[in-house]
Every structure is written in C-alpha cells, then in structure tokens.
C-alpha cells in the first residue's frame, strides 16, 4: 500500500484530503508543518504539498526531499493560478484549489499508480 505525505497548514484540507485518499487504499501520513514533514518523509511513496505553509513554502520542502530522493513523486497543490514556475520537475502534478477529490485521485495514480 503506498503511502502518501500530505503537508497543508489548513486543518480543514488536510483532512479532506486524507479521508479521500484513505479510502482510496492509500496509507496517509499527514502533516501541518515543513519541518515536521522532513521528519517523517524518508517512507513516503508520493508527496501532495500545499504551495503555501505556515514554515516555508512547499516548492522549498520539494527542493529540500528531492536532495536525497531525486525522483519523488510530487503533487503540489495551490489557490493561486499555476505558473510554470511552481511545477516541480517531474514526476510531479499541480492542482489548483479547490479540487475535487477525483483530481486528487486521478493526479496521484498518474505518477504512482492506483
């Protein structure tokens, strides 16, 4: 079962979030802080961060995870309009908040499968 590291400092979100994907068979490790998440990234299978956070901004936690792990799947959420700038390189995805719980599920199984 993968597991999916989701980093959002809205509590609302990042619950949303984690129930959709959990009752999709993903194992969710959810998270409100950069810092916390570098703690407990070295098992995740896939990263869904919010572009904004509260510690940093989620394209520096990309940067800082991919150091030791090049090719982690990305799905990087925002509210703001995406810019090609925000896009990781891949493997990576954007989602424009607010989403709808497919896009999640749909974006995550492009990059790691169902």
């Known amino acids: 079962m993968p597991t999916i ?6 509590p609302t979100i990042r ?5 959709v994907l959990e ?12 810092a916390e998440a570098v703690r407990v990234a070295q098992d995740a299978d896939l990263l869904l961060v919010d572009l904004i956070l509260s510690d940093g901004s989620g394209r520096d936690l990309i940067q800082n995870l991919r ?3 090049p090719d ?11 810019l ?3 896009t990781p390189g891949p493997p990576a995805a954007f989602l424009q908040k607010p989403m ?12 790691i499968g169902p």
């Open 23 to 34: 009752r999709h068979g993903y194992q969710v490790v959810a998270c409100s802080t950069a």
């Open 67 to 69: 150091r030791d792990r």
């Open 72 to 82: 982690l799947p990305v799905v990087l959420m925002s509210g703001y309009p995406p």
């Open 84 to 86: 090609a700038d925000y």
């Open 5 to 10: 590291l989701v980093v959002d400092d809205e």
């Open 15 to 19: 619950d949303l979030v984690s129930r």
């Open 100 to 111: 709808r719980p497919a896009a999640v599920i749909e974006a995550i199984s492009k990059l």
